[in-house]
C-alpha cells in the first residue's frame, strides 16, 4: 500500500486519513448526509407539510400495532352514524355498525408494508437495469433493453389482475411487488437515458482509465448524479402502489382477507348507491386516506429536489450569496 | 442492422412473447383452465368424451395432447385471430373484443390528448407568469388533482352526476335506442356517455403534465438561446412557440409514451366503474365469470394495442428529436 505524502501522487481512488477517528467521521458523516439535508428540506413547506402528513399515517400504524383504537368489528356501533356526530365514533359507522375510523386504522399498516415493498421493488430493479444498460452498453445494452422492452408493453393492470388470480397474494410485501411487477421496466429505460449522458463525462472517463471496476463507478460516479431522480420516482412508483392496490380491491379482483382502504371503498360505494347521500361520510373516509398519503409522498418528492440540488445546498456553507429557488426539474408526467 | 427494421422485427417477436405468457398464465390459473366448467359439465351429466370436445371447441386446447403440441395449436389459433369461445356471452372472444376495442381507443386517446394539451397550456403559462398567484395555486391544484386517482373522481362523477342529478347516463357507450351509425344524435349520444369517462380519466394527467411542463419551460426560459432570440428582436410570440414551448415538451415525449401504456391498463377500472363497454370492461366480467378465453383475450388484444402504440412513439421519436441517436453505444 502505497502513504500519501506530500510529493507523491495517491492514484488509490479510496485513501485512508489517520488523522480523522472514525468519531470524527461518523459525526462529519452526519452532519453531511443527515442534519444538513433535514435542515434544508425543512426550510421547504411544501416539505413540511408532506412530512408531517407522512409522520401522521405512520402514527396510525402504530396506534394499530399497539391496539390503541378499537378494532373493526361488526356491530360494534350504533348503525349508519354520521361523521362528527358522536365522538366514540369520530367518522361515523358503517351499515352494519362498524366504526369507520377502525376500519381506516386497521388497514394502515398494511397499505404502508405494501407500499414500501412497491417502491422499493420498483426502484431497485429500475436502478439495477437502468444502470447497467446505460453504462455497459454493447450487447449488455441491447439484451437488457429488449427484456425491458417487451415487460413495458404488458399494461400494468391486466397483468396484475391476471397474476392476482393465478398467485392469490395475501402478504402486504408480496402483493406490493406484484403490483409495480413491470413498472421498472419503463423507469429503468429512462434511467438508462440519464446514464448515458454521465458515462463519457471527464470523471468517470479517469475512474475508468484507473481501472475501476463497472460495479464501483455505477456507485461511486454514476449513482449520486442519479439520486434525486431516483428518489422522485420512488415516490411515484409508491402513489401507484396505493392507487393499484385500492383500484383492484375496489373491483374485487383481488383475494383478501382483512379489511383495507380498497374493499371499505367498494363496500361504501355499493351502499352508497342504495343509501344515497347519507352514506357520504363512509365514501369519504377511505378516499381521504388514500389521497392524503397520496399527497403527503408527492409534497415530499417535491421537496426532496432541494435536497439534493448542490446550488441550494451551497447557500448553508456560504460559498454562494445569490442562489436563485431553482424550480423542479422532472421529466416525469405519470 | 438498421434501427427502424430492427426495431420492426421486434413486434412479432413480442406479440409471441406476451402469447406465450398468456399460455403459461392459462396453465397456472386456480386449478387449472376450465375446472370450474369441467364440474359444471359433469354435474350435468356428461361424459368425459363429451366435455373434452366441448373445452377443445372452447379453446384451441386439447387436455389430452402434449403440452408443445397444445402450444403450438394455441399460437396457430392466435395467428388466425381464433381466442376461443367466450363461456359466458356464449360468442366467439374476438367478435366480442371487434365490439369493444373501438371504444377503449376512442376513450384512451381522446383522453390523453385533452390532458396533453391542457397540461401543456396550463403549465406553460404557470412558467410565463412564474413567481405570480397565478402560478402557486395552479402549482397546488396541480399537486392535490395528482393525488386523486382518476377512480375516484370517476366514483364522484357517477354518484353526483349520474346517479343523484341524472345529469350523465350510468352506463353503456351510447343510447340502445339510437341506431349506430353517422348520424348527429348517434354523435351526440356517444359523447354524452363518453363524457364522464373521459373527464375523469383527463383531470389527474393535467396536473402532472402541467408540473412537469412548468418546471420544462422554466429552465428553458433561463437559457442563452432564449436570450439570445430576444437580442434578435424576434416576436414574442415566435420565441415562446418555437423555442421555449418545443424544448420544454421535447423531454415529456418518452413520458407519454409510458403513460400510454399506464392509461390503457387503467380503463380497466375505468370503463367497469362505468360500465362502459370496451377491453377492460370485458376483462373484468371474464374475471367475474370465470370466463377464462374471454380473460386472456382481452389480456392480450390490450398488450398487443400498447406494444403497436410504444412502436409508433418509437419511430416518431427520431422525427421529432433528431438529436436522438439511435446506434449503439461502445461497450465498456
Known amino acids: 500500500m502505497q502513504m500519501s505524502t506530500d510529493t507523491d501522487v495517491n492514484w488509490q481512488s479510496e485513501q485512508t486519513d489517520e488523522t480523522i477517528d472514525w468519531r470524527d467521521r461518523l459525526h462529519e458523516g452526519f452532519v453531511l448526509r443527515v442534519y444538513e439535508p433535514a435542515l434544508i428540506a425543512w426550510n421547504d413547506r411544501r416539505t413540511q407539510t408532506g412530512l408531517v402528513i407522512v409522520v401522521l399515517y405512520l402514527c396510525m400504524a402504530l396506534v394499530d400495532l399497539f391496539g390503541l383504537w378499537r378494532d373493526a368489528s361488526t356491530s360494534q356501533a350504533p348503525r349508519m352514524l354520521g361523521a362528527f356526530q358522536n365522538w366514540s365514533y369520530p367518522l361515523g359507522t358503517t ?100 446514464v448515458l449522458s454521465i458515462r463519457n463525462e471527464s470523471y468517470v472517463e479517469a475512474s475508468r482509465a484507473m481501472g475501476t471496476n463497472t460495479v464501483r463507478i455505477i456507485r461511486k460516479d454514476i449513482l449520486p448524479n442519479l439520486m434525486p431522480y431516483v428518489l422522485v420516482n420512488f415516490v411515484f412508483a409508491a402513489r401507484y402502489t396505493i392507487f393499484a392496490a385500492v383500484a383492484l380491491y375496489f373491483l374485487g379482483v383481488l383475494p383478501y382477507t382483512g379489511q383495507n382502504w380498497g374493499i371499505t371503498l367498494n363496500y361504501a360505494y355499493n351502499q352508497g348507491a342504495l343509501f344515497g347521500l347519507e352514506a357520504i361520510h363512509w365514501l369519504l373516509a377511505p378516499i381521504i386516506a388514500i389521497v392524503g398519503l397520496a399527497c403527503g ?38 | 442492422m438498421n434501427y427502424y427494421l430492427r426495431r420492426t422485427i421486434r413486434i412479432p417477436a413480442t406479440i409471441l412473447g406476451v402469447a406465450t405468457l398468456t399460455f403459461g398464465l392459462i396453465r397456472l390459473l386456480p386449478g387449472g383452465p376450465f375446472t370450474q366448467l369441467r364440474i359444471q359439465l359433469r354435474r350435468r351429466g356428461m361424459d368425459a368424451q363429451e ?187 415566435r420565441i415562446a412557440t418555437r423555442y421555449v414551448a418545443m424544448n420544454a415538451i421535447l423531454p415529456m415525449y418518452t413520458g407519454l409514451l409510458l403513460l400510454v401504456g399506464f392509461r390503457l391498463g387503467g380503463t380497466v377500472v375505468l370503463e367497469e366503474i362505468f360500465t362502459y363497454p370496451g377491453l377492460g370492461f370485458y376483462l373484468i366480467e371474464g374475471v367475474n365469470a370465470n370466463d377464462y378465453p374471454l380473460m386472456m383475450g382481452c389480456f392480450m388484444v390490450i398488450t398487443i394495442a400498447l406494444v403497436l402504440a410504444v412502436y409508433f412513439a418509437d419511430m416518431t421519436y427520431g422525427l421529432i428529436d433528431p438529436r436522438i441517436s439511435v446506434g449503439d453505444a461502445d461497450e465498456y
Do not use: C
Open chain 2, 51 to 237: 366435455i373434452n370436445a366441448r373445452i377443445e371447441a372452447l379453446q384451441n386446447i386439447r387436455p389430452e395432447k402434449s403440452l408443445p403440441e397444445q402450444y403450438l395449436d394455441y399460437l396457430i389459433g392466435v395467428v388466425q385471430l381464433d381466442l376461443g369461445q367466450s363461456i359466458s356471452l356464449n360468442k366467439p372472444v374476438i367478435e366480442v373484443i371487434g365490439q369493444a376495442l373501438p371504444w377503449t381507443v376512442f376513450i384512451v386517446v381522446v383522453s390523453t390528448l385533452l390532458m396533453f394539451v391542457l397540461g401543456v397550456l396550463l403549465g406553460s403559462l404557470q412558467a410565463y407568469w412564474e413567481g405570480t398567484t397565478f402560478d402557486s395555486v395552479g402549482s397546488g391544484l396541480s399537486i392535490l388533482f395528482m393525488s386523486i386517482p382518476y377512480y375516484i373522481y370517476a366514483v364522484a362523477f357517477l354518484v353526483v352526476l349520474a346517479f343523484s342529478w341524472g345529469v350523465f347516463p350510468t352506463s353503456a357507450a351510447a343510447d340502445r335506442s339510437i341506431e349506430a351509425g353517422f348520424t348527429v344524435a348517434y354523435a351526440v349520444s356517444v359523447l354524452h356517455h363518453a363524457a364522464l369517462p373521459i373527464i375523469s380519466f383527463t383531470i389527474g394527467g393535467v396536473g402532472s403534465t402541467a408540473l412537469s411542463m412548468r418546471g420544462n419551460s422554466i429552465q428553458v426560459l433561463g437559457r442563452e438561446f432564449v436570450e439570445v432570440a430576444r437580442l434578435r428582436g424576434l416576436s414574442d410570440q
Open chain 1, 95 to 194: 351499515q352494519s355498525g362498524v366504526d369507520v375510523l377502525a376500519l381506516i386504522i386497521d388497514s394502515t399498516p398494511f397499505i404502508l408494508q405494501m407500499v414500501l415493498a412497491g417502491g422499493v421493488w420498483a426502484t431497485g430493479v429500475a436502478v439495477i437495469v437502468g444502470t447497467i444498460s446505460g453504462y455497459k452498453g454493447g450487447l449488455t445494452d441491447s439484451v437488457i433493453t429488449a427484456i425491458s422492452d417487451f415487460f413495458m408493453s404488458i399494461p400494468g393492470l391486466p397483468l396484475v389482475i391476471v397474476l392476482g388470480i393465478t398467485l392469490e397474494p395475501e402478504s402486504p410485501l408480496v402483493l406490493g411487488v406484484i403490483l409495480t411487477i413491470n413498472y421498472w421496466a419503463g423507469l429503468g429505460r429512462s434511467i438508462r437515458s440519464q
Open chain 1, 297 to 334: 409522498l408527492i409534497l415530499l418528492s417535491q421537496g426532496m429536489d432541494r435536497i439534493f440540488n448542490p446550488r441550494v445546498r451551497t447557500r448553508l456553507t456560504g460559498e454562494s450569496e445569490s442562489v436563485e429557488s431553482t424550480p423542479e426539474h422532472t421529466t416525469e408526467i405519470r
